[in-house]
């Protein structure tokens, strides 16, 4: 029994054999649709078209754009995808290929064999700098960091299966140049400056030259904020949102962009919650009024109370200021009134204190005289 080789090999000669001009199949066209070799060296001859045609574009390298600038000190991206080879006939049999390196070089065609590279994933003795982002299936894209002078010039990607078949470089690469210093510029997501409480602003810090993944310094009226991504939002808007925003690459401060001015006003509910907020604020005063009165009122009364039973306030309220400059008022007040009574009473003093001593005097003699008449009548 013939084995697949053998069976192979004879349909591909039937197929060679309807294609050739000595063929009775081809000299008689009324046979032509009978004959069943001519369906079998139709399909086999479409089949190999549709193999070939597969293998040409399943090994593709793709890159988005082939051009691009960076500011030195920033990130640039270069994004690229790829479709390797799946498999190959060795003539006998499809063998499958897997692909097992991947690189990056610059300023070179075919970027193989000992072509330095920027980056090698057989190699690790890497920059760096270059970051690969992608993997050995369908991403190659390629990442540089800090960028500098040097990282100037044509960029590009080769793919290396297991077997040579399997190798594929696209030479059309991405181009990239450098410039030193180019200002940032803030762009936001409302046109209008003036925003309302509550509302949502995004603010996207920006290169005319940079395009892909910015780490920049972002400040608030000249004050470092946390914030490094290339965007900042700011949800739910307060009034501490208003400021002069700035922004800048994070190793290159030359690139400080122009304020860009934001001002939050108080929206509808802005505006109810102050007023609400006045409203109460008078309410609480009021009562902190009547309530302070109440205590003076009672203070007071528990005053005249203790004056009216004859106590003394003062020493039972030594903390009472206002009792204490009530009495004192009345105290002066009675004697300025009454100058005169105090003079009267100074002088009816004096006369009582004349009388009493003459009364005293009188008695003093009397003693002697009884004293005198009671030595005599012993004597």
Sequence with gaps: MPNKRHRRTGRMDRCFSCADGNSTSVRNPEKLNR?????????????????????AVAQTVVYPFTSTCAVRGSTVTLPCTFTPRKSFSDGQREV??????VRWCKNHAICQGSTPSVYDSNSANIDPRYQYL?????NCTLQIRDVQQRDKGSFRFRMEADHPE????NQTGVNVTVVDSSKMRIISSSDDK??????????????????????????????????????????????EDSGNYTCALKKNMKTLSEPYSLQVEAGADGVLRLVLGVVFGLLLAVILLVLFTFIIKRKLAAAEDQRAVGGDPEQKHPDSIYSNMVTSAQTEAAQQQEPGRAAEDVSYASVQFKQKKQGARRLQAASDDVVYSSVSSRG
């Design 35 to 55: 004959n069943p070799n001519m369906s079998v060296c139709g399909e086999m001859i479409l089949w190999s078209f549709v193999f070939l045609l597969a293998g």
């Design 134 to 138: 992608g993997d050995k299936k369908t």
């Design 166 to 169: 399997g190798h594929f470089t």
């Design 96 to 101: 499958p290929l897997k692909i097992v390196r």
């Design 194 to 239: 003036k925003l309302s409480r509550g509302e949502n602003v995004t603010l996207l810090c920006a290169s005319v030259c940079t395009f892909h993944q910015l780490e920049v310094t972002w400040f608030k009226d000249g004050h470092a904020l946390s914030d490094t991504g290339p965007s900042l939002h700011l949800s739910p808007l307060t009034a």
